[in-house]
């Protein structure tokens, strides 16, 4: 849930481009066949509409029944894309993601640091325009009997 809604408000890209096969109404509109539609990524994972009053808000728990069920359409969560032109990376990034922080948890306690300023910023992808510096502390780990 703690990822889901990370990928959420970050999406790894903001927008995603798709080209019309067929002529089709979409929300009222006709689009032609091969017309380019920008799918802004962002744009759908912070709407109100669909996420509701507390879209800006980190709320893991929006995930608690799954992604399909997170927001008012099932199709509102597309960190990844969809369809046939998913990212074909995203089990093994959200494998990754979930091995990083179990282990983290596990070896070490960290904050933000003083320094941090909050300020994501596009640039091909979404990422933090000053960095994301985070103060790190190891735990003591358990002894192991001999």
Known sequence: MILNETLRLYPPAVATIRRAE??????????????????????????????GTDVAEFNPTRFADGASRAARHPTAFIPFGLGARMCIGQNLAVLEAKLTVAILLQRLAFRLSPSYVHAPTVLMLLHPQYGAPILFRSLPQPSHPS
């Open 22 to 51: 067929v002529d089709v109404e979409l929300g009222g509109y006709h689009i032609p066949q091969g017309t380019e539609l920008l799918i802004p990524i962002m744009g759908v994972h912070h709407d109100a509409g669909l996420w």
